[in-house]
């Protein structure tokens, strides 16, 4: 099975590239999501990061409370650092044991969608890097339009992360998501059609 490194900057449009290459066939491992599911509620995951931060950021269900979460780490690369060092390696291990589910499964190729693929050290799970890049003013833009963030709390944000320009040398493909949607869906469809051909031979 062929393995996809999906990464991207936050607000770059990976969720977008990503929902392409399933509608092409792709099976996709949403790394977010397998993180949240391993910090439900009273799981070994979501007690070590109460330990760690306290119940403050926790809402009344015992879910985390996201925002509050957010402003203890994001202008604290320590808390940060700590955070991933909690959850990362659980995330790892499911990922694989997703990536076995679909091989015996005979999917052909998988996506790996994951924002920290290079920071959590994830790349050597991948047979090849997609990296969706956009120049930074679009990723304030969008973030300042989509979470309602003040150009300040989306600077913070990508400040937190590893800058695109960084990741472009980690890349083996990468994808301008600067224009519009339907330029991205042209390109994406034009990479997977190359990938078939690539594979195949």
């Given at each position: 099975?062929?393995?996809?490194?999906?990464?991207?900057?936050i607000a770059?449009?990976?969720?977008?590239?990503s929902?392409?290459?399933?509608?092409?066939?792709?099976?996709?491992?949403?790394?977010?999501?397998?993180?949240?599911?391993?910090?439900?509620?009273?799981?070994?995951?979501?007690?070590?990061?109460?330990?760690k931060?306290?119940?403050?950021?926790l809402?009344?269900?015992?879910?985390?409370?996201?925002k509050?979460?957010?402003?203890?780490?994001?202008?604290?690369?320590?808390?940060?650092?700590?955070?991933?060092?909690?959850?990362?390696?659980?995330?790892?291990?499911?990922?694989?044991?997703?990536?076995?589910?679909?091989?015996?499964d005979?999917?052909?190729?998988?996506?790996?969608?994951?924002?920290?693929?290079?920071?959590?050290?994830m790349?050597?799970?991948?047979?090849?890097?997609?990296?969706?890049?956009?120049?930074?003013?679009?990723?304030?833009?969008?973030?300042?339009?989509?979470?309602?963030?003040?150009?300040?709390?989306?600077?913070?944000?990508?400040?937190?992360?590893?800058?695109?320009?960084?990741?472009?040398?980690?890349?083996?493909?990468?994808?301008?998501?600067?224009?519009?949607?339907?330029?991205?869906?042209?390109?994406v469809?034009?990479l997977?059609?190359?990938l078939?051909?690539?594979?195949?031979?």
């Amino acid at each position: 099975m062929f393995i996809i490194g999906l990464t991207g900057g936050i607000a770059s449009g990976k969720s977008t590239v990503s929902q392409v290459l399933h509608e092409l066939g792709a099976a996709i491992i949403d790394v977010d999501q397998v993180a949240k599911d391993l910090q439900q509620p009273h799981t070994k995951v979501w007690q070590n990061i109460v330990d760690k931060f306290g119940r403050e950021i926790l809402q009344e269900d015992e879910r985390f409370d996201r925002k509050a979460l957010g402003q203890v780490v994001f202008n604290n690369p320590e808390a940060l650092q700590m955070l991933n060092g909690i959850v990362h390696p659980g995330v790892i291990e499911r990922s694989y044991e997703m990536i076995s589910e679909l091989e015996r499964d005979g999917q052909n190729v998988a996506v790996l969608d994951v924002p920290l693929l290079i920071e959590a050290k994830m790349t050597s799970m991948a047979d090849e890097i997609w990296l969706v890049a956009v120049p930074e003013e679009v990723q304030i833009t969008r973030l300042m339009a989509r979470n309602g963030f003040t150009r300040e709390e989306a600077l913070a944000r990508l400040q937190s992360q590893m800058p695109l320009k960084d990741k472009r040398s980690y890349a083996d493909i990468i994808i301008d998501n600067s224009g519009s949607m339907e330029e991205t869906r042209q390109m994406v469809v034009i990479l997977w059609k190359e990938l078939l051909h690539r594979i195949a031979v």
